[in-house]
């Protein structure tokens, strides 16, 4: 089973996609090196979009765990979660 890769809705609609799965990534920074190749002709555009964008493995930020260098294992979800306010 894959690793899991939830977009934020600016990233799936830029990919025509809400979700990303690969195979063989060992770590946060492998998911997000995989993820940004998927913007192959755009890579600004995916700093642009994940610049706002805070990174969670299995729901917990990745602040909180072991930064890029988190481990990820077959069936975890990796998920790009944008900053929300409300008032």
Known sequence: MPVAVQLTYA???????QRLEFEGAQTV???????RE??????ARYDELTR???VAVN???VN???GM???VRDGDTVAFVKAAAGG
């Open 11 to 17: 990233m799936a609609k830029e990919l025509g996609a």
């Open 29 to 35: 920074a492998d998911v997000l090196r995989m993820t």
């Open 38 to 43: 998927r913007f192959a002709g755009a890579p």
């Open 52 to 54: 706002v964008a805070a």
């Open 59 to 61: 729901g917990v930020l």
């Open 64 to 66: 909180y765990q072991r």
């Open 69 to 71: 260098k988190t481990p």
